[in-house]
């Protein structure tokens, strides 16, 4: 059963348009990548989903439901959590700060508690940082601060835009593990990933963007072998 269904969605931005009759699917359960180009409408996808921007046509249903038109805060008391391109952390917040925020759709402070203990165990370097302001962190440990800060809504599907931007080998291949954990822990995964060879190492299925429209789509492992997508994105 979908879990997340976009139905011929449209988007511009002014007359630009910025998706073209996008549809797609995320099943319970899955890995989803979503790679392209840059400003092939990737991150504009996340936005319109978790209700950043709006849709000029088109549908969005989540667990049975249409939220095409809910806003982005009813959206994350949802399920749904979004891990932006960038990290954005709260620079002059600790490590902790920033966690809380991550559950303000939550009012059990025993639950919160455990679920901070919860990513601490997930994240043994927020843990040693925990008081530490977000701003001082390396590229790696924000990002993990992001992911973490979105685990705190106990969300059913988290959204990550570009998880390994920027950062070294060493901590994309940390980051990659923390994804495959997060999956294995029950989360669903919508990933948007410029990294394409690392994106389809660990997604179910996949679906390549280009100017806003859906070019090609499968099993991530026959992708990865796919003469095209090699060429065009794996730099083979």
């Known amino acids: 059963m979908s879990l ?13 348009q910025a998706l073209h009759d996008l549809s797609f699917h995320v099943d319970k359960g899955e890995v989803v990548a979503l790679i392209g180009a840059n400003g092939a409408g990737k991150t504009t996808t996340l ?30 008391s949802m ?19 920033n966690l809380k925020l991550g559950a303000y759709t939550r009012n059990d402070s025993k639950e919160i508690a455990e679920t901070i203990e919860m990513v601490y165990q997930r994240f043994p370097r927020l843990k040693e940082r925990r008081n530490q302001f977000a701003g001082t962190l390396s590229g790696g440990e924000q990002q993990m601060l ?5 685990l705190m ?8 835009d570009e998880p390994s931007m920027g950062l070294s080998p060493i901590f994309v291949n940390e980051i990659f593990d923390i994804i495959k954990e997060v999956h294995k822990s029950g989360t669903t995964v919508l990933l948007v990933e410029q990294n394409a060879k690392k994106a389809l190492s660990i ?26 997508i090699r060429k065009a994105y794996l730099g083979e």
């Open 153 to 160: 809504s106990h969300p059913e599907i988290i959204l990550m």
């Open 47 to 76: 936005h319109t989903i978790t209700g950043l921007i709006k849709s000029e046509s088109g549908t969005i249903n989540y667990d049975g439901k249409e939220i095409t038109h809910v806003p982005g805060h009813k959206i994350v």
């Open 146 to 150: 992001a992911m973490g800060r979105a």
């Open 79 to 97: 399920g749904m959590a979004h891990v932006p391109e960038g990290r954005h952390v709260f620079a002059n917040l600790t490590v902790y700060q």
């Open 203 to 228: 997604a179910d299925r996949a679906y390549v963007l280009e100017t806003g429209k859906i070019v090609k789509e499968g099993i991530a492992a026959d992708l990865l072998n796919d003469e095209d």
């Open 4 to 16: 997340l269904e976009i139905n011929n969605l449209n988007v511009y931005y002014g007359v630009i």
